[in-house]
């Protein structure tokens, strides 16, 4: 098999827009959702598995897209929070374990694994994982016992929120796709 630039490209080239696809809408959608507040009344839903990681309750939509959906979206979803080291490294290993369940819980259920054993398995192992990480100390990450996060942004107008979303977002493709 030879190598190919113009294939290589093409591939990188659909890859880069599958990204750019993904996380700019997802993105802007998350900042919405704060701007406007939808997100704090929806994600009481989450609270208990949300505490139980010792995360904020605004991760909770960062949570339930990577579980359901896959990791670029939680990335999305996760990057206007303005998360700390510990609590970056608590999402990423639960999902980690348990992200895109219904698709890996397919694949999986042709290998002759039951589906319910399949999520519950995933599930389960991710909240032990993220809950040990939760026992770690702060030291770890790099974080002193007097850290104090900084506050998400706001803004005075929608337009002014979108610009700036739209910046981020397009940042934070980038990263990714580099």
């Known amino acids: 098999m030879k190598f190919s630039l113009k294939a290589a490209l093409t591939r990188a ?15 802007i959608l998350a900042d919405i959702l704060f701007f406007y507040g939808i997100l704090g009344k929806v994600s ?7 505490q ?7 991760s909770a939509l960062a949570i339930v897209s990577g579980m ?22 608590i999402l990423a290993l639960f999902l980690g374990i348990c992200h895109a369940l219904l698709v890996e819980t397919a694949i999986m ?22 809950w040990l990480t939760t026992l770690l100390p ?21 337009s002014t929120m979108l610009w700036n979303s739209l910046q ?3 940042i934070l493709s980038i990263e990714i796709i580099i």
Do not use: C
Request: proline letters at 8%.
């Open 68 to 89: 359901f959906l896959n990791l670029y979206a939680a990335i999305a979803f996760a990057a206007p929070l303005g998360l700390d080291a510990r609590e970056w490294t």
């Open 13 to 27: 080239g659909y890859s880069a827009w599958v990204v750019l696809k993904l996380i700019i809408p997802i993105y």
């Open 109 to 130: 259920y042709r290998l002759q694994i039951p589906r319910t054993f399949s999520m519950a398995l995933r599930f389960l192992v991710g909240l032990f994982v993220g």
């Open 168 to 170: 981020n977002a397009s």
């Open 44 to 50: 009481f839903l989450f609270a208990p598995l949300t």
């Open 138 to 158: 702060h030291s770890w990450f790099g974080i002193s016992t007097d850290f104090v996060p900084e506050p998400l942004p706001s803004y005075e107008n929608l």
């Open 52 to 58: 139980f990681l010792d995360l904020p309750v605004e």
